[in-house]
């Protein structure tokens, strides 16, 4: 009944106090977060930021990672008339052939959507435009382009000056300079995903293509997608490959390497003070010197390629396990251990029944956690140093212009770590049973 | 129990052979596919490093002695020049804090964003059950983009700078600290949001007051743990154009020969940080999260053997 002689007083006084440093608390955390991002809002300059933004890239890059254009070019000196995919020679019709919708002769008749024609005929360039009405573009050596157009103001999405007429519909583009005419038709897709204007199976069905398939072409078949110019099945799988190698040799290598150094830095397995400090220092400096440096002085001596990332990556780890590693060493229970010795065990079998054992567990967790997210760092190294798929992306991005494989490369980089982060926890659980927290 | 040990073969059917007999048989079949397991492994390791060797530009056997060329050259040039050093640190210094903003901010409006997807994708607190498994995606997929990707596209959109490193690390960082945070409250009591949701308080309530103070010492370890992978990563970015360290340290190499000792006094900033804000988030996250129970469990393993 002591409770009831105490003296209410106080105790609610300190109640009081403790609600409230709380609330003081609860807001000053939200305050000083607000301010700190106010601060780098400042300091990064994100108010100017719009205006360095561009809004055309934003569209170039939007519009190119889902559609195609095809451009039809006349050279105006030569009267020659060619069709290329993206305006690319590797995606230029052959000889004689051309796209459907338009039809080749004296006067080159252009179909566009929603009833747009563009003819190019022998003198002048014709764009019918519906609602608008008909503009006519003649080019000359010395005249530059002479523009007729429809009576009244010129509309915003035409370009005329002396030596060059630009039309932009919702249809397609046109250009006309004094050298040649030019017409942008767009399409949804990636053309020539599959198979390469040159190949016989271009424009297939699948239907079609199973048939020619069990007629015996599948190697054909298989070898025209395979080493498809525009898209490069071949030279991507590889890449894929190398940096899944690169992130496999660099963890498994980092382990192999960590492992016997670990045990130098343990309390129970390392008696000498100074070996001790030494391989603690060592793996803090190793883990200090970030990957970025390792790269960089690794790519001087080995060049570029999945070498030099996969020992980047070893390297690096190589710190992360140890330290891991060490930690685990201490944790683990003597009495296996002495179990093991009172049966006479020599100080290989002590190490191999008595402390392996105990520490697989923590040691294939943390191998296979790291494989994942080193999938990832192996992306990362390799748009440094070239190799893998991070190079192809930033060689794709570096074009500025072929959006779709940029589009195409980031949904196989996904894929591709989201693939390994399945199969490393798939791993994780089929060789540590009973581990339900996964880690 | 010495009687129970002697009838027990008696009462069952399998005699003392058989059990040997079958535990032999089971302990030669695991010796056989951890045999066979390691050497796969090897081959794979061995197949692995021969396809990496051939594929790159440099052999591994032709490179190693010139391992340490470039740190030597680095170092002799820094330390001829030493008297240099403390300039150019005071001159890369506020690019250090650049790098250093970025980490910080990403971690920041990541964890924000973390902690709201980790709430929204964990039963028994999401806003909207039914869109969990909606949320878990959005997760899984940001994290699974490497930030380079998103800086890349950032920087060609944005123009350089640290906002497209910013983003594209806070990307990543909802991602990743989601998966974290979500696991956290899995395992978080039920009973203060059932108490609090019986006086009638609204989500926001609920989360404010009912999980946050469960979860927020393990939210911050994870995030303290974000922050030092998160510097690493915007020093890299940098390297690719996004400003900060990293792009210091690709000018000064690129400029060669004589301007070493600029990328000496960035690889030492780069170090020393790396080092103490490791260390300093080390102290913090063990006082945070393992302190007490550590100390606790180790005083009762003293009883126990006393």
């Known amino acids: 009944m002591t409770v009831m002689d105490l003296n209410s007083a106080p105790l609610k006084g300190q109640m009081d106090k403790l609600f409230l440093k709380k609330r003081l608390l609860s807001l000053a955390v939200p305050a000083v977060i607000l301010a700190y991002l106010a601060y780098v809002c400042v300091t990064f300059d994100v108010a100017g930021l719009w205006q360095r933004a561009s809004l055309d890239n934003a569209r170039t890059l939007v519009s190119d990672s889902y559609s195609y254009k095809t451009h039809v070019t006349r050279d105006n000196r030569s009267g020659e008339v060619s069709y290329a995919i993206e305006g690319e020679r590797k995606g230029t019709y052959p000889e004689g052939m051309s796209p459907e919708w338009v039809t080749p002769g004296d006067t080159t008749v252009i179909n566009l959507p929603d009833g747009h024609v563009v003819r190019f005929g022998p003198e002048s360039v014709e764009y019918d435009i519906p609602g608008y009405g008909l503009v006519t573009a003649t080019p000359s050596r010395g005249r530059g382009v002479v523009t007729e157009l429809p009576a009244g103001d010129v509309p915003d999405w035409i370009n005329v000056s002396k030596n060059r007429l630009a039309i932009t519909t919702d249809a397609g583009r046109l250009t006309v300079t004094r050298n040649r005419a030019e017409v942008f038709r767009y399409f949804m897709g990636w053309e020539l995903f599959f198979f390469t204007l040159d190949s016989p199976y271009h424009g297939m069905g699948p239907l079609t293509l199973a048939q020619h398939a069990i007629a015996g072409e599948a190697g054909a078949i298989w070898n025209d997608f395979w080493t498809n110019k525009m898209w490069q099945h071949r030279d991507v799988a590889w890449a894929l490959g190398e940096t899944i190698l690169m992130a496999f040799l660099g963890t498994f290598g980092a382990g192999l390497v960590a492992l016997p150094l670990a045990f130098l830095g343990t309390r129970n397995f390392m008696p000498v003070r100074v070996v001790r400090f030494a391989a603690r220092r060592l793996f803090d400096f190793v883990r200090g010197v970030d990957s970025l440096i390792w790269t960089v002085v690794l790519a001087r001596a080995f060049g570029p390629g999945p070498l030099t990332g996969a020992l980047a990556i070893l390297i690096t780890d190589t710190g992360t396990f140890g330290k891991i590693f060490s930690e685990a060493l201490e944790n683990v229970d003597e009495k296996q251990i002495e179990g093991i010795t009172s049966t006479g065990a020599k100080p290989v079998q002590r190490y191999r029944f008595g402390v392996i054992p105990q520490i697989t567990p923590v040691l294939l967790s943390q191998l296979l956690y790291f494989l994942e997210s080193n999938t990832r760092s192996a992306t990362i190294i390799g748009a440094i140093t070239g190799g893998g798929i991070g190079l192809l992306l930033t060689q794709a991005i570096i074009t500025q212009k072929d959006w779709e494989e940029v589009a195409y490369y980031i949904v196989l980089i996904i894929l591709m770590v989201m693939i390994m982060d399945w199969f490393s926890g798939w791993l994780r659980r089929r060789l540590i049973k009973g581990d339900a927290g996964g880690h | ?306």
Do not use: C
Request: proline share 4%.
């Open chain 2, 1 to 306: 129990m010495a009687d129970l040990s002697a009838q027990a073969p008696k009462d069952s059917p399998q005699s003392l052979e058989d059990i040997r007999a079958q535990y032999t048989e089971m302990t030669r079949r695991k010796r056989l596919y951890g045999g066979l397991l390691l050497v796969l492994f090897v081959a794979l390791m061995v197949a692995g490093f021969r396809t990496a060797d051939e594929r790159n530009a440099g052999s591994f056997a032709d490179g190693y002695q010139r391992v340490l060329d470039y740190p030597t050259e680095v170092l002799s040039e820094a330390a001829e020049k030493v008297t240099q050093l403390p300039g150019h640190i005071v001159h890369f210094f506020p690019a250090l804090v650049e790098t250093l903003n970025i980490a910080a901010a990403a971690t920041l409006i990541g964890a924000l964003f973390g902690t709201l997807l980790s709430l929204l994708s964990t039963r028994g607190m999401a806003r909207w059950p039914m869109l969990i498994p909606l949320f878990r995606r959005i997760m899984d997929i940001s994290r699974a983009i490497p930030e380079i990707v998103i800086a890349l596209v950032l920087i060609f959109l944005l123009g350089g700078g640290p906002v497209p490193a910013m983003i594209a690390i806070a990307l990543h960082t909802a991602g990743a600290l989601g998966k974290l945070f979500s696991e956290v409250n899995e395992n978080v009591s039920l009973k203060p949001i059932e108490g609090l949701s019986s006086v009638g308080a609204s989500w926001a309530q609920r989360i404010w007051l009912g999980v946050i103070p469960q979860v927020g010492p393990n939210y911050v370890s994870y995030a303290l743990l974000r922050f030092e992978i998160n510097i690493r990563a915007s020093a890299i970015l940098g390297f690719v154009g996004a400003g900060g360290i990293g792009y210091e340290l690709k000018n000064a190499m690129s400029w060669g020969q004589g301007k070493y000792d600029e990328a000496a006094a960035i690889f030492i900033l780069l170090f020393v940080t790396i080092v103490v804000v490791d260390q300093i988030s080390g102290l913090l996250r063990d006082r945070l999260t393992h302190g007490q129970r550590t100390r606790t469990r180790k005083s009762s393993r003293k009883g126990a053997t006393a």
